[in-house]
């Protein structure tokens, strides 16, 4: 049976390697992005390329409407549902918590953290064996921020993504009994947009040199560990927090 999960934020970076490491274990993959619909469809492309099946759903993870409307378009797509990669998030521009203005702490926390928990919501009302379901496994993208506080750049980024880990644990204690298990990723300093988007596109490039192991990390060695996560191998694997930071 192919097996149905919705990535959120697959357009680009650790969403997209995610989604096309999926096709190619002949997932059918839900494309979630925001904005950028042509990169979504590319995406879709490369997943039909690597032999799954995949759908573009465009949504805001923020918007409680649209998270509802995306769950429900990959179901009508696919027929079931078995994953969730809680994966869309966003950095603003570097800067210290004195700094940093209403909107942005307000944007930071509703995608990073409202977008995380209205996500997770969905899924588990979709497949926690009480409520009719037939179990799964969701992995949260949260940080090694989470751990390391991100001073003078961005505290409201490394808060969010310690709630991301906190909902990890909570949740998988939750949905263990409903046949679900919750994990957490912690990426480290990968190859990705974002941090042009945080106005550093050297950022990854430059602080990656300095980790144990010399460099930065690619979206493709984040998607391994999160496809090994939703696999049977990782059976007995739930609420942990997996580290992919080289080291950091
Ligand atoms: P990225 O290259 O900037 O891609 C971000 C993705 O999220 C895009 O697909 C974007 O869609 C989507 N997105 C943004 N806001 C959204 C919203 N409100 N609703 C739905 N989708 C939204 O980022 P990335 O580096 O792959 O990051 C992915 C995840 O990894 C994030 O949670 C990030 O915090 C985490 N992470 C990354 C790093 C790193 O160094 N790269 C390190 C630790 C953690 P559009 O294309 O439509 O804009």
Same mark, same amino acid.
């Given at each position: 049976?192919?097996?149905?999960?919705?990535?959120?934020?697959?357009?680009?970076?650790?969403?997209?390697?995610?989604?096309?490491?999926?096709?190619? *274990?002949?997932?059918?993959?839900?494309?979630?992005?925001?904005?950028?619909?042509?990169?979504?469809?590319?995406?879709?492309?490369?997943?039909?390329?690597?032999?799954?099946?995949?759908?573009?759903?465009?949504?805001?993870?923020?918007?409680?409407?649209?998270?509802?409307?995306?769950?429900?378009?990959?179901?009508?797509?696919?027929? *079931?549902?078995?994953?969730?990669?809680?994966?869309?998030?966003?950095?603003?521009?570097?800067?210290?918590?004195?700094?940093?203005?209403?909107? *942005?702490?307000?944007?930071?926390?509703?995608?990073?953290?409202?977008?995380?928990?209205?996500?997770?919501?969905?899924?588990?009302?979709?497949?926690?064996?009480?409520?009719?379901?037939?179990?799964?496994?969701?992995?949260?993208?949260?940080?090694?921020?989470?751990?390391?506080?991100?001073?003078?750049?961005?505290?409201?980024?490394?808060?969010?993504?310690?709630?991301?880990?906190?909902?990890?644990?909570?949740?998988?204690?939750?949905?263990?009994?409903?046949?679900?298990?919750?994990?957490?990723?912690?990426?480290?300093?990968?190859?990705?947009?974002?941090?042009?988007?945080?106005?550093?596109?050297?950022?990854?490039?430059?602080?990656?040199?300095?980790?144990?192991?010399?460099?930065?990390?690619?979206?493709?060695?984040?998607?391994?560990?999160?496809?090994?996560?939703?696999?049977?191998?990782?059976?007995?694997?739930?609420?942990?927090?997996?580290?992919?930071?080289?080291?950091?």
């Amino acid at each position: 049976m192919t097996k149905v999960v919705l990535i959120t934020g697959a357009s680009r970076g650790i969403g997209r390697a995610t989604a096309r490491l999926l096709g190619a *274990r002949g997932w059918s993959v839900g494309v979630n992005y925001a904005h950028n619909e042509a990169a979504a469809q590319e995406t879709a492309a490369e997943v039909g390329r690597a032999g799954g099946h995949a759908r573009v759903i465009k949504g805001d993870v923020a918007n409680e409407a649209d998270v509802i409307g995306m769950f429900d378009a990959v179901v009508k797509a696919f027929g *079931r549902l078995d994953a969730l990669v809680n994966n869309a998030g966003i950095v603003a521009a570097g800067m210290p918590l004195a700094d940093m203005d209403l909107a *942005r702490l307000q944007r930071v926390f509703d995608v990073n953290v409202l977008g995380a928990y209205l996500c997770a919501r969905e899924a588990a009302r979709r497949m926690s064996k009480d409520r009719g379901g037939d179990g799964g496994a969701i992995v949260n993208v949260s940080s090694a921020a989470a751990r390391l506080g991100s001073p003078n750049e961005y505290v409201d980024y490394a808060g969010s993504k310690g709630a991301v880990d906190t909902l990890t644990i909570g949740l998988a204690k939750e949905l263990g009994p409903q046949g679900v298990r919750v994990n957490a990723v912690r990426p480290g300093l990968i190859d990705t947009e974002i941090h042009a988007s945080g106005g550093r596109p050297d950022r990854a490039a430059v602080l990656g040199s300095q980790t144990p192991l010399g460099r930065p990390g690619s979206a493709d060695e984040v998607a391994e560990t999160i496809v090994w996560l939703l696999s049977d191998a990782a059976s007995y694997v739930t609420g942990a927090l997996l580290d992919v930071a080289g080291g950091r």
